[in-house]
């Protein structure tokens, strides 16, 4: 699932890579990956400040989760090919391997526009929940260790729901007794968003999925190109879960998905809001992390989270395998690496990343009018839900679980089907 992440001004992290510290071979180092726009700036800085001695923080930003995953792939089949080769390749073989890379960087920048990401040596990287399975099914992650968790003091402040959500088996499914693979540090979910001028010709305001059936409509919508949140949303509108594992005894759901497509004028998961913004639609559904950046920016749009329950999504810090934890330099990162994450997760600072990337904390934060911009707090604190107040609504909502592929596969066989 490809979520994109919006430049959230001059406040966010957005350098190609941000260095603090004065450099040195021998000076401590912190390395992190991260999807640009999900951590200001001035964390960093104050992260820095707060370090008892100096530190080296390289914080490298990418567009996209997907860019980051498949880093995480490249990195895998280096560490298998430093493994074949035990012994230090020659200098030919360097140069075959640097152009064949480079051959293959090509291939994926005519193919799609962009080359294909190089291995990581980060310490940390973001990644998002939804690509957690197969991050840790293809063995690209290292999980926390037992004694690694206890030493998170914030670790005990997460909700259950978020302890849940990271603590998997070896092959990726949620388990109690499982491992911490990742440590969430903000949030957002599925939305409306629509044309307020274009919604008071129509004399009424979405609130519910089911109002993207209502009549007007048609040709007026865009949806994400997702199997899974649209047909989430249409099993969510029936009173079903996003998760639900056997499509075929939903009574209604195709039916429901043939007359929802009528009402759509276009499916895309990158360019929903320009043509929401130009008058040329009326409603869209997408992600949080798009939406509440550009309330503020344009009046005529005005966004709500449906009563029913919606589609949650994380960002979380995970660690690459093969990054070495042993020795005086390992242990160092290790212990860099766990004073990050504890730092976000401080409420001030969890604060800051929610008011300034327009995203929520998994740690309770206590945000007043006075930090974010008014068309988001009537969003979050304005009473549009017949009485039902947000935390209510979010208690509907779900992440979307891993399935088997068998299930996987209906989706998209019947998100395919009724495109056509």
């Given at each position: 699932m490809d979520r994109r992440s919006f430049l959230l001004g001059t406040g966010t992290l957005a350098l190609s890579q941000l260095l603090f510290g004065c450099g040195g071979n021998n000076q401590r180092q912190l390395k992190v990956e991260l999807l640009k726009g999900s951590i200001p700036g001035q964390v960093v800085n104050q992260f820095q400040k707060s370090l008892q001695q100096q530190v080296e923080l390289k914080f490298a930003p990418v567009e996209q989760i997907e860019d980051l995953f498949e880093q995480l792939?490249?990195?895998?089949?280096?560490?298998?090919?430093?493994?074949?080769?035990?012994?230090?390749?020659?200098?030919?073989?360097?140069?075959?391997?640097?152009?064949?890379?480079?051959?293959?960087?090509?291939?994926?920048?005519?193919?799609?526009?962009?080359?294909?990401?190089?291995?990581?040596?980060?310490?940390?990287?973001?990644?998002?929940?939804?690509?957690?399975?197969?991050?840790?099914?293809?063995?690209?992650?290292?999980?926390?260790?037992?004694?690694?968790?206890?030493?998170?003091?914030?670790?005990?402040?997460?909700?259950?729901?978020?302890?849940?959500?990271?603590?998997?088996?070896?092959?990726?499914?949620?388990?109690?007794q499982g491992k911490v693979w990742g440590a969430p540090y903000r949030w957002g979910s599925t939305m409306i968003v629509y044309n307020r001028d274009k919604f008071q010709e129509l004399g009424w305001t979405p609130r519910d999925w089911s109002d993207l059936w209502r009549h007007g409509l048609q040709q007026r919508i865009s949806l994400l190109n997702q199997p899974r949140e649209v047909v989430g949303l249409v099993l969510k509108k029936l009173g079903k879960s996003y998760n639900t594992e056997n499509l075929d005894q939903v009574s209604d759901l195709e039916k429901e998905l043939q007359i929802l497509n009528k009402q759509v004028k276009f499916y895309s998961s990158n360019n929903y809001l320009e043509p929401l913004i130009m008058g040329d639609t009326w409603l869209a559904v997408g992600w949080s992390s798009d939406i509440l950046p550009v309330l503020g920016r344009y009046p005529q749009l005005a966004a709500v989270i449906p009563q029913s329950g919606t589609a949650i999504w994380a960002d979380l810090w995970v660690r690459p395998k093969g990054i070495t934890w042993v020795g005086s330099e390992g242990i160092i990162r290790g212990t860099l690496s766990k004073q990050w994450i504890d730092f976000c997760w401080q409420p001030s600072i969890a604060k800051q990343i929610s008011v300034l990337t327009k995203s929520n904390s998994p740690i309770s934060t206590n945000i007043t009018a006075s930090d974010i911009q008014e068309p988001l707090w009537n969003l979050l604190h304005s009473d549009v839900y017949d009485g039902l107040r947000l935390g209510k609504v979010l208690d509907k909502s779900e992440f979307l679980l891993p399935l088997l592929p068998s299930v996987i596969k209906q989706y998209e066989s019947l998100f395919a089907k009724i495109k056509v």
């Open positions: 792939q490249q990195n895998w089949r280096q560490k298998q090919l430093e493994a074949a080769n035990q012994q230090k390749p020659s200098p030919f073989f360097q140069r075959i391997q640097t152009l064949f890379e480079s051959i293959q960087g090509l291939f994926e920048w005519i193919k799609n526009g962009r080359r294909k990401p190089k291995a990581t040596d980060a310490d940390l990287v973001t990644l998002g929940d939804y690509w957690l399975k197969a991050a840790i099914e293809q063995n690209l992650i290292e999980s926390f260790e037992k004694e690694e968790v206890n030493q998170l003091k914030q670790w005990s402040a997460l909700d259950e729901k978020w302890k849940k959500l990271v603590t998997r088996n070896d092959k990726g499914d949620l388990d109690i």
